[in-house]
């Protein structure tokens, strides 16, 4: 049972701009003497609706006879599945030049490195 399916459906949005935002943008980062230089929300780039694809949600609900109301959380809903999918992607749209893993987030300047690197070892052998 939904109990509110608008904020249900607001959080698996929310969840999935999660997921593609440590696909693609969030990391810490940290100097030589360790000293954090992540150190606010203005060194992320997170994700806004402008950055995001339009997708459709499907409601499925699978109750749980764990509690006598028979729900669960929605919490991580869309967050679980969107960083594997986003990365999974990323990788199938460079597999044709020999990429087969790309750390995360997928930075355009990690993408660029693993073309490059690929190519290179192309030209070698």
């Known amino acids: 049972m939904i109990v509110n399916p608008v904020i249900a459906e ?3 949005h929310g969840g999935i701009a999660q997921g593609v ?7 810490m980062v940290y100097d030589d003497s360790g000293t954090p230089l992540t150190v606010s929300l203005a060194d992320y780039t997170p994700p806004t609706a402008a950055e995001l694809p339009s997708f459709e949600l499907l409601a499925m609900q699978t109750p749980t006879p764990i509690n006598a109301l028979r729900v669960k959380g929605i919490g ?4 679980i599945g969107a ?3 986003v990365q999974n992607a ?9 990429v087969r893993h790309i750390d995360l987030p997928l930075t355009p300047e990690r993408v660029w490195s693993a073309i490059r690197g690929t190519q290179r070892n192309e030209r070698v052998s």
């Open 10 to 12: 607001g959080q698996r």
């Open 21 to 27: 935002g440590q696909a693609l943008y969030e990391e």
């Open 76 to 79: 991580e809903s869309g967050t």
């Open 83 to 85: 960083t594997p999918a």
């Open 90 to 98: 990323v990788i199938d749209a460079v597999a044709y030049l020999g």
